[in-house]
């Protein structure tokens, strides 16, 4: 049983829920993975018919949105670094799209 959790923790419970993606499978604890919508009642939230970890939501994102996020990180650090001052001109030169 491969566990990684966000809580860091590698105990396994009997409260875990195991990531669908076949590459991963992991395994964590639903009380650190689920919030539940009223927390201050004590009702533990409804199990999801599918769940994935965090990394792999992650990887399963839009990958027009992760390039595009990317693509935009890119530019301002282009501009920040045009535009920064250095002694005797030993700035790197960066050039825009």
């Avoid at 927390?39 to 199990?47: K, R, S």
């Avoid at 965090?54 to 045009?82: G, K, M, Q, V, W």
């Amino acid at each position: 049983m491969k566990i990684r959790c966000v809580c860091s923790g590698r105990l396994t419970t009997e409260s875990m829920i195991q990531c669908e993606d076949s590459r991963c499978q992991v395994w964590q604890h639903i009380e650190c993975v689920l919030i539940p919508d009223k927390p201050l009642e004590g009702i533990m939230p409804e199990i999801p018919s599918s769940f994935y970890c965090e990394l792999c939501r992650l990887n399963r994102a839009d990958p027009y949105a992760s390039f595009t996020s990317l693509l935009l990180l890119f530019i301002i650090f282009s501009y920040i670094f045009s535009t920064y001052n250095c002694a005797n001109d030993s700035c790197l030169s960066l050039s825009y799209l």
